[in-house]
């Protein structure tokens, strides 16, 4: 069982514009391509911002038509936030705060064997790293920039802390890298 912080970004290093649009990512190739269908098979549990999870409440109707539901996911998932946000209908959702340690627990014992999948931002998925939680890294580049935007990991981490253990090309507009986060 990994945890894992499964993205898309930018090549300089934005996950989405500052004004949270993700446009610019879908012209670079199609999820079907990429790893994305044998990584989600292995996944047992999600976790995910409040500002990513309000992109899903505003685009519900676009991912219910290329899904075939406004909530994609079959894994429970759970939401960070402060507030009182609005759950998606049919969505196996809990909303949490506070300390990732205590809520990796409970994702842990729903994923059994499988993996703990951090959906985004870069800073909580950097949270998860700051408690020693997370296992890997895996970005999907695209060939694009943003000069600005929502960042991918704002966090320093040096080699060999971070070890690059694959690298794939999809088509010209991305390239797939994994990386493992060494513990200790
Ligand atoms: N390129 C991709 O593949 C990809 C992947 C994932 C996401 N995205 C996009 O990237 C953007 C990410 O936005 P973001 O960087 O702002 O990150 P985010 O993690 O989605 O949202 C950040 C917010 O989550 C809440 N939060 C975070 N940690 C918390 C904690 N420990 N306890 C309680 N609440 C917590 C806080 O808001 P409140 O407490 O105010 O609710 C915080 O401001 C979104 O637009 C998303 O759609 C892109």
């Given at each position: 069982?990994?945890?894992?912080?499964y993205t898309a970004t930018?090549?300089?290093?934005?996950i989405a514009t500052e004004?949270?649009?993700?446009?610019?990512?879908?012209?670079?190739?199609?999820?079907?391509?990429?790893?994305?269908?044998?990584?989600?098979?292995?996944?047992?549990?999600?976790?995910?911002?409040?500002?990513?999870?309000?992109?899903?409440?505003?685009?519900?109707?676009?991912?219910?038509?290329?899904?075939?539901?406004?909530?994609?996911?079959?894994?429970?998932?759970?939401?960070?936030?402060?507030?009182?946000?609005?759950?998606?209908?049919?969505?196996?959702?809990?909303?949490?705060?506070?300390?990732?340690?205590?809520?990796?627990?409970?994702?842990?014992?729903?994923?059994?064997?499988?993996?703990?999948?951090?959906?985004?931002?870069?800073?909580?998925?950097?949270?998860?790293?700051?408690?020693?939680?997370?296992?890997?890294?895996?970005?999907?580049?695209?060939?694009?920039?943003?000069?600005?935007?929502?960042?991918?990991?704002?966090?320093?981490?040096y080699h060999p802390k971070?070890?690059?253990?694959?690298?794939?090309?999809?088509?010209?507009?991305?390239?797939?890298?994994?990386?493992?986060?060494?513990?200790?």
């Amino acid at each position: 069982m990994k945890t894992q912080y499964y993205t898309a970004t930018s090549l300089d290093g934005f996950i989405a514009t500052e004004e949270d649009s993700l446009e610019w990512l879908f012209p670079l190739g199609d999820l079907r391509d990429s790893g994305y269908p044998e990584f989600i098979g292995e996944v047992g549990a999600l976790g995910m911002g409040s500002a990513t999870y309000e992109w899903m409440l505003r685009h519900a109707k676009t991912v219910a038509a290329e899904t075939g539901s406004s909530w994609p996911y079959a894994q429970p998932a759970w939401v960070f936030t402060r507030r009182a946000l609005p759950p998606i209908e049919g969505a196996d959702i809990r909303f949490v705060k506070g300390d990732v340690r205590d809520v990796h627990a409970q994702m842990r014992a729903a994923a059994g064997a499988k993996n703990i999948w951090i959906v985004g931002g870069g800073d909580l998925a950097g949270q998860f790293y700051d408690a020693n939680l997370l296992d890997e890294i895996i970005v999907q580049i695209g060939s694009a920039t943003l000069g600005k935007g929502k960042p991918l990991f704002p966090r320093r981490v040096y080699h060999p802390k971070l070890r690059l253990v694959s690298v794939r090309q999809i088509g010209s507009g991305m390239a797939e890298l994994r990386y493992e986060v060494c513990k200790g």
